[in-house]
């Protein structure tokens, strides 16, 4: 049967009726209270220019504020799209709530980053954008 001490279980055993089954978990350091979590750097990013190596410009990278999918608005925006004014360019529905993913006013897409449908994590890059 397991043995649990000090709260770190690391290696559970079942042998009943003649079935043996084993897992081990590899053992993992504690983490310090002041050691901070890691968390995806925000704002601005570098990204290729038009796919060529070397050219580098900067864009501001809009991420997803909560867990869920992502669905693209209507007229779905391209790459290399004017956004003339603020506009949503996608959303992020999350325990059926629409979270909604806005240019934040006038700019050019620069990378769409996800696909219509696809889950998306916190914080995770959708659109690479660059205000004008």
Do not use: W
Request: glycine share 8%; proline share 8%; with cysteine.
């Amino acid at each position: 049967m397991a043995t649990c001490i000090a709260g770190d279980l690391t290696k559970l055993a079942v042998d009943q009726d003649g079935l043996q089954v084993e897992v081990v978990r590899k053992a993992v350091a504690p983490r310090s209270a002041e050691e901070p979590l890691a968390r995806p750097a925000l704002g601005v990013v570098p990204l290729p220019s038009n796919g060529v190596a070397g050219e580098e410009e900067t864009a501001e990278v809009l991420r997803s504020d909560v867990v869920g999918i992502v669905h693209f608005s209507h007229p779905v925006v391209a790459e290399g799209a004017l956004l003339a004014e603020d506009r949503e360019v996608a959303y992020v529905e999350s325990l059926g709530i629409r979270n909604p993913v806005s240019s934040g006013g006038p700019a050019r897409v620069v990378r769409v980053l996800v696909t219509d449908g696809q889950p998306v994590e916190y914080a995770q890059p959708l659109f690479a954008i660059e205000r004008s």
